[in-house]
């Protein structure tokens, strides 16, 4: 089964994108729900590097 780690520590953020994509069947995962205890460094120019940053991070 597909999930998606949603990398934000931000409640109401987690809270709120589980809302809009609970339509699709897909697990939406916290930072906290699967014990990530490092601190990501958002250091891209965007959004979108800030987020392939996240996932790198996550993934390794």
Same mark, same amino acid.
């Given at each position: 089964?597909?999930?998606? /780690?949603?990398?934000?520590?931000?409640? *109401?953020?987690?809270?709120?994108?589980?809302?809009? =994509? *609970?339509? =699709?069947?897909?697990?939406? /995962?916290? =930072?906290?729900?699967?014990?990530?205890? *490092?601190? /990501?460094?958002?250091? *891209?120019?965007?959004?979108?590097?800030?987020?392939?940053?996240?996932?790198?991070? /996550?993934?390794?």
């Amino acid at each position: 089964m597909r999930k998606i /780690i949603f990398a934000s520590g931000n409640k *109401g953020k987690i809270s709120e994108v589980r809302k809009i =994509l *609970g339509v =699709l069947d897909i697990p939406i /995962i916290s =930072l906290q729900e699967i014990n990530f205890k *490092g601190d /990501i460094e958002e250091s *891209g120019d965007s959004f979108e590097e800030n987020a392939k940053i996240k996932a790198i991070e /996550i993934f390794n």
